[in-house]
C-alpha cells in the first residue's frame, strides 16, 4: 500500500500548514493512523496519532498547537498544524495500520515524508 503526503513547505514562524496523507487504493481495513517526524540529527518521533475509533495522542511538544483526524471513507489522515515553531522544522511522515488479508494481520506503510521548515 502506498501512502501519498502533501502539504508540507516553509512558513515563517507562528505560521499554519496543514498535512494530508491517502492511501493510493482502497483498504477496507486501517486501524491506527499517525504523523511521525524526524529532524537532522535525531531519531523518528511520534508527533500524533488517532483510532479507528478517533481516540488521539499528541505529543507534549505539540498539544494545544496540532490536531490531528481522519476521513474513514478516504482512507486519508490529517495533520492541522498551527502556531509552528523552528523547533517543529523536520520530514514529517504518515504512517496507516493495514490489515494485511494474507497474513491476517495489520502491518504497517509509511508515506515518503514531506518536508516542514519554520523560519523567518
Known amino acids: 500500500v502506498q501512502l501519498v503526503e502533501s502539504g508540507g513547505g516553509l512558513v515563517q514562524p507562528g505560521g499554519s500548514l496543514r498535512l494530508s496523507c491517502a492511501a493510493s487504493?482502497?483498504?477496507?481495513?486501517?486501524?491506527?493512523m499517525g504523523w511521525y517526524r524526524q529532524a537532522p540529527g535525531k531519531q523518528r518521533e511520534l508527533v500524533a496519532d488517532?483510532?479507528?475509533?478517533?481516540?488521539?495522542n499528541y505529543a507534549d511538544s505539540v498539544k494545544g498547537r496540532f490536531t490531528i483526524s481522519r476521513d474513514n471513507a478516504k482512507n486519508t489522515v490529517y495533520l492541522q498544524m498551527n502556531s509552528l515553531k523552528p523547533e517543529d522544522t523536520a520530514v514529517y511522515y504518515c504512517?496507516?495500520?493495514?490489515?494485511?488479508?494474507?497474513?491476517?494481520?495489520?502491518?504497517?506503510?509509511w508515506g515518503q515524508g514531506t518536508q516542514v521548515t519554520v523560519s523567518s
Open positions: 504512517q496507516m495500520s493495514v490489515f494485511d488479508y494474507g497474513t491476517t494481520s495489520y502491518k504497517d506503510s
Open positions: 488517532i483510532t479507528s475509533g478517533g481516540r488521539t
Open positions: 487504493e482502497i483498504i477496507f481495513r486501517i486501524n491506527a
